[in-house]
Structure formats: structure tokens, C-alpha cells
């Protein structure tokens, strides 16, 4: 009886395993599929992207007295915004300062962006 039991618990881990591979194995799936990365560069994606990432600290200039928010500002701080996001985290100089990388779709977009030669469009 006793040896029963453990037979069926064993199969309940075991299962439970699985079941927990399966689970993982589709949020990667859906990860991927839900973010396919269309890295064509242009300004107003990487207006889009620096309003969502750097906009607290580089609108207006406000903590950084450093403003991001027109063609002009961006396109003329490009090559910086880039080599600034692309350092390693633990640098003192690595932007967003405090926050989390870019993704790497993200730093791609500004990349192709400045090597289109920053067009406004
Ligand atoms: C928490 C506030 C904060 C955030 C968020 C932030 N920055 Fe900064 N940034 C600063 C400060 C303060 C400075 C000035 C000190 C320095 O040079 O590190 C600065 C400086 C810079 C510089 C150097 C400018 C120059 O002329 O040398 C660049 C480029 C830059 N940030 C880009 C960005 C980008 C791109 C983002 C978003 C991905 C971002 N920052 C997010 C605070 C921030």
C-alpha cells in the first residue's frame, strides 16, 4: 500500500516537471512571436524611444539639463545616445542612467538610424 503511494506521488512529480517545461517552453514562444523586430531606423522611432526611456530626465532637460525632445536636439546627440546606451550597465556613464538596457531591437533601430546619416523622417 505504502509503496503504491509513493509510486503515484512519484508520477505526480514527475508530471508536474513536464507540465512545468511545456509551460515555459510556450511563454518563450509567444515572447518571440509577439515581438518580431523590425529595426529600420528612422527619427521617429527613436523619438518614440527615447520618450519612453530617457524623457524623465531629457525633456526640458531636467535633471540632466540635457533636452532630447526635437529633431535637432536627437539627431545632433545621436552618435552620444548610442555609444552612451551601449556601454556596459555597470559604467557610471551607461544611460538610461539607473534603468534597465535598451533592447537590443532598440539600440539596432538607433544604430541603422545614424548610419542612414539621421534623416527626419
Ligand atoms: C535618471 C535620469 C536620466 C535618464 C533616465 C537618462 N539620462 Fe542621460 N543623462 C542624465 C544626466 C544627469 C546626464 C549628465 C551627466 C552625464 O553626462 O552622465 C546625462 C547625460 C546623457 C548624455 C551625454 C550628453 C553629452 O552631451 O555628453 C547622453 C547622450 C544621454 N544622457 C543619453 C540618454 C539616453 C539616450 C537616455 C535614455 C535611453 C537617457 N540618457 C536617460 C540623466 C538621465
Known amino acids: 500500500m505504502i509503496k503504491r503511494l509513493l509510486l503515484l506521488l512519484v508520477a505526480a512529480i514527475i508530471v508536474m516537471y513536464f507540465m512545468g517545461c511545456t509551460d515555459r517552453y510556450e511563454t518563450d514562444l509567444v515572447r518571440k512571436s509577439t515581438t518580431p523586430c523590425d529595426s529600420t531606423g528612422s527619427y521617429l ?19 540632466s539639463g540635457l533636452s532630447y525632445k526635437t529633431y535637432n536636439e536627437v539627431s545632433g546627440a545621436a552618435e552620444r545616445i548610442y555609444e552612451r546606451c551601449t556601454l556596459p550597465q555597470s559604467n557610471s556613464q551607461f544611460m538610461p542612467q539607473n534603468g534597465n538596457r535598451l533592447t537590443d531591437c532598440e539600440l539596432k533601430v538607433i544604430k541603422n538610424w545614424i548610419d542612414a546619416g539621421t534623416p527626419n523622417n
Do not use: D
Not at 45 to 63: E, F, L, P
Open 45 to 63: 522611432k527613436v523619438q518614440a524611444i527615447i520618450n519612453t526611456n530617457c524623457s524623465n530626465c531629457h525633456t526640458n532637460g531636467v535633471s
